[in-house]
């Protein structure tokens, strides 16, 4: 299974490494591409463009889910009620705070 998955990877490295490639020689040397490929570069530049978006998108969710989380929390924090390691009726807080 881990084979299949790391297969799977490294074609997909391959594949958008051949993009990349076959971009950078049509931007470097104004080359156009045979006619035949020329609806295969189009699909690939198409393909890499949704795979960097949706790859965007993951960042994106995932920041916003651990800012919500954060804000939830700090919400649960706020609401916490704070207990003071003293008994407000036998000393005072200015006196814990003197002793201290």
């Known amino acids: 299974m881990q084979r299949n998955v790391a297969a799977s990877t490294s ?32 699909n690939a530049k198409q393909v890499l463009k949704l795979r960097q978006h949706n790859q965007h998108r993951r960042i994106k969710e995932n920041l916003s889910f651990k800012s919500s989380t954060l804000r939830f929390t700090m919400k649960r924090v ?14 005072s807080m200015e006196e814990v705070i003197k002793e201290i």
């Open 78 to 91: 706020s609401k916490m009620e704070i207990k003071f390691p003293f008994d407000s009726t036998l000393k």
């Open 11 to 42: 074609d997909e490295a391959l594949s958008s490494l051949r993009i990349h490639t076959q971009l950078l020689l049509i931007t470097l040397f104004k080359v156009s591409p045979i006619n035949k490929n020329n609806r295969k570069l189009r």
